[in-house]
């Protein structure tokens, strides 16, 4: 029997998992990333591989440990490295000895029928056209729940009023949406959690808002980015990630399998700085840089994994871009040696530089009116 394992990222394990044992395979559910699956990525990735694929090696190594025979993973097309990354992670851990099959899954775009072919190894039960209906109608509505509860914890955080209650209501919303076993399930899940979050005290304040940009196992995993999201919204910054796992789905497979562009406008909006495609979430990082520039937002964050290529690129443009929008900007690169608390510093030093901004810009606007009422 086929035992499936896949890379951590996020809550994504939890309908990754329901759909794997829907099609009828045993599933070896892949740990959180921790000290140890970084050490294990860091020892046997080449030197200069990005952080991303020390973590992905790394939590292979652990999930065949654990018994997996084969591995899921999504493919990827350059100029970055991501189109080989599959490809290398097999080679390395087959010559350390370990005996599996490595399926990947190509954007539906460019690869429809290796696609069509990965999916069809990885259906080991007789299912029906109805039991496709329902198993993805199911699995589809948990990732949906699970981005929703994500958002709203970055919502209340920093207006929170006993530290940590937006944390803990969110790892319960989680617990629940991951107990459901069928969509009828969901809906009463779904008002349980909006009714946890309403429970929470809140105090009434206009957070520092912050819009954050990068490439994406880096956007979505916290423990790769030292969990800065929930490190911020304690600091009482309301922070707004560009990317959510539903949304790439739908830009990424299935817009992209009729070959429409999803992200169309943030490329437009790019366009001006950064025209050519170069891989991984560059251009993007720009174009939603812009975007939340024109929303108001008092600044960016951009994480950045160490040696990646189009961020590298991307961090070259921002400091340009957000000056000449009005806006803050800090870039962090992340890799093994990235430490909690030298991040904490950096945060709060970024938050209060923002907020003596924003104060100085009320300050100015409130003059003219002030020298009115005086005269
Ligand atoms: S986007 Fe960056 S981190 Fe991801 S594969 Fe490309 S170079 Fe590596």
Redesign the pocket.
């Given at each position: 029997m086929r035992k499936v394992s896949f890379p951590y990222m996020g809550t994504s394990y939890i309908p990754f998992k329901n759909l794997l044992e829907a099609f009828g395979n045993e599933v070896v559910v892949p740990p959180k990333p921790t000290e140890e699956t970084i050490s294990l990525g860091t020892k046997f990735a080449p030197e200069f591989?990005?952080?991303?694929?020390k973590i992905v090696l790394g939590t292979y190594v652990q999930c065949l440990e654990a018994g997996a025979n084969t591995l899921v993973s999504s493919g990827?097309v350059g100029p970055?490295?991501?189109g080989l990354?599959t490809t290398l992670q097999e080679k390395i851990l087959k010559d350390l000895g370990y005996e599996f099959e490595m399926i990947t899954l190509e954007p539906p775009g460019r690869h429809f029928k290796d696609l069509l072919q990965s999916i069809k190894k990885l259906i080991n039960a007789p299912l029906t056209l109805k039991d496709y209906i329902s198993i993805t109608r199911f699995v589809w509505k948990q990732l949906v729940l699970l981005d929703k509860v994500e958002r709203l914890s970055h919502k209340i955080r920093p207006l929170e009023i006993k530290k940590g209650e937006a944390t803990r209501v969110y790892k319960k919303c989680v617990e629940l949406i991951a107990s459901a076993e069928k969509y009828r399930d969901l809906p009463e899940i779904e008002r349980e959690c909006e009714l946890l979050y309403d429970g929470i005290q809140k105090r009434d304040s206009d957070p520092i808002k912050i819009g954050i940009v990068g490439?994406?196992?880096?956007l979505l995993e916290p423990s790769s980015n030292l969990e800065i999201e929930e490190m911020l919204g304690e600091l009482g910054v309301y922070v707004e990630r560009s990317m959510f796992l539903s949304q790439y789905t739908i830009y990424n497979a299935v817009l992209d399998l009729f070959h429409m562009a999803g992200e169309r406008n943030v490329k437009k909006t790019a366009a001006p700085y950064f025209k050519e495609m170069c891989?991984?979430?560059?251009r993007e990082s720009v174009g939603n840089a812009i975007l939340f520039a024109k929303r108001g937002f008092d600044g960016v964050i951009q994480l950045?994994?160490f040696?990646?290529?189009?961020?590298i690129v991307a961090k070259s443009i921002l400091p340009k871009v957000c000056k000449e929008h009005g806006i803050g900007f800090l870039t962090i690169s992340l890799d093994e040696q990235t430490g909690k608390e030298g991040l904490r510093t950096r945060l709060e030093a970024f938050v209060d530089l923002l907020m003596a901004k924003r104060n100085q810009t009320k300050s100015f606007t409130v003059k003219p009116q002030i020298a009115k009422e005086m005269a």
């Open positions: 591989a990005c952080y991303p694929f990827g970055c490295r991501a990354y490439e994406i196992y880096v891989g991984g979430h560059g950045s994994p040696t990646c290529i189009p961020e």
